[in-house]
């Protein structure tokens, strides 16, 4: 699967919005800069999850952009079938059924496709705003760069087992 640039800006905005949801609406201006996104593209984006009932705007001095919903009820899945269409990478499940029961020479590699698309599909349908923003897997203690001497692995002693020995 491949999310457009502005899947993935739709997606940062959104990210953001879930990390402040409780604190109001937010400045256009305030997610442009703190996600390193083009303000005007963002306004556009913006629009369109307004548009799609994800975000709410509010208007005046403390106006900007919130989620319309928690985190916890707005899917990955929704946010780019709005920005980027279907989330197959190889067509929808009813094309791809179709072909495997038509192409048997195929079927196979069909098959394949098919399961890649349901299991993309499952994992972004089931992952949330609250689940990527949490983000509970553990930095990574120590990143390796290129230079650096690797730890050399610890000397294993040969072993000896009693009674192979010879007699001395």
Not at 64 to 82: K, M, N
Not at 90 to 98: M, N, T, V
Request: net charge positive; proline share 7%.
């Amino acid at each position: 699967m491949k999310i457009s640039q502005k899947g993935l800006y739709a997606l940062q905005a959104m990210m953001m919005l879930a990390r402040r949801h409780n604190q109001g609406a937010i400045k256009i201006r305030d997610i442009a800069y703190e996600e390193n996104l083009p303000e005007k593209f963002l306004e556009l984006i913006l629009l369109e999850m307004k548009n799609a009932r994800m975000v709410e705007s509010v208007r005046g001095a403390k106006g900007g952009y919130a989620l319309r919903r928690p985190p916890s009820d707005i899917h990955l899945s929704e946010i780019i079938r709005l920005i980027d269409g279907p989330l197959a990478p190889f067509g929808d499940a009813e094309q791809l059924r179709a072909l495997i029961d038509k192409d048997h020479a195929h079927r196979a590699l069909y098959q394949v496709f098919l399961d890649v698309r349901d299991a993309a599909a499952h994992i972004l349908e089931n992952t949330t705003l609250a689940d990527i923003v949490k983000d509970p897997r553990p930095a990574k203690a120590e990143k390796r760069s290129r230079g650096k001497k690797q730890k050399e692995p610890p000397t294993l002693l040969p072993m000896v087992v009693p009674g192979t020995g010879s007699k001395g």
